[in-house]
């Protein structure tokens, strides 16, 4: 089984919708971090957290909400979607040591804003 | 100013041919971590490979290793023996020690297809 799963997979809704993707990890990691994928911009933070008590936005916050359910659960939330939100967005994982400890991602949701 | 620059969109290779992708940085800060992701069009994000600022070594993880030139604020991924299986998108990124985020910089991304 995977160690950081992403549901749903795809997801298609229209402007204004209120929309959840979730994201639950079983590799034990404290940090979670949730990421929007453009065409031609790499990958962009949208919020992070180190524990289910300390979350933080990320550069691109705006839109976006996120609730830390558990240690094993992070999910970001769309208020009120926008076509511009249109994106693949992942979920990511890391233990807090230092430089060296690589961010693990979740397979992604494709999101499509009509 | 771009903290992470892969100057290549796209590049070529032949099956069983070397190849390297390019990737620059920009950071003050004294302690970071160089990190290599490999994207596949099934769209998952694989990590690849890690370099410290002060590891002394290049590293090497099976196929993959990175060329560290510090001096020259550059960590190029070379990917030895292609195959078919590695056309994918490839990025490049960096973490900074002094950032209290953990949170990872990225690059824009190389398009690597190899040839048969």
């Known amino acids: 089984d995977a160690d950081v799963t992403q549901t749903p997979r795809n997801r298609i809704t229209k402007t204004g919708k209120r929309i959840m993707l979730e994201c639950s990890q079983t590799k034990g990691h404290d940090r979670m971090y949730w990421y929007r994928q453009d065409p031609g911009l790499g990958l962009r933070l949208i919020y992070y957290s180190f524990d289910v008590k300390d979350i933080n936005k990320g550069e691109i916050s705006d839109g976006y909400s996120v609730s830390r359910q558990a240690q094993a659960k992070f999910s970001l939330s769309l208020e009120s979607a926008i076509p511009n939100q249109t994106a693949l967005y992942f979920c990511a994982t890391s233990d807090p040591v230092g430089t060296a400890s690589p961010q693990y991602f979740g397979p992604g949701t494709r999101l499509l804003v009509l | 100013a771009q903290k992470i620059t892969q100057t290549q969109p796209g590049m070529f290779v032949q099956e069983k041919e070397a190849v390297t992708l390019d990737c620059t940085y920009d950071t003050s800060d004294p302690s970071y971590g160089l990190f290599w992701y490999k994207q596949p069009s099934s769209g998952e994000m694989i990590f690849l490979i890690y370099?410290?600022?002060?590891?002394?070594q290049n590293a090497t993880e099976g196929r993959y290793s990175l060329n560290f030139q510090k001096a020259r604020k550059s960590a190029n991924l070379v990917i030895s023996a292609s195959q078919l299986g590695d056309s994918a998108m490839y990025f490049c990124a960096m973490r900074e020690g002094l950032s209290n985020t953990g949170k990872l910089i990225f690059g824009q991304g190389t398009t690597l297809q190899v040839k048969p």
């Open positions: 370099q410290g600022s002060y590891d002394q």
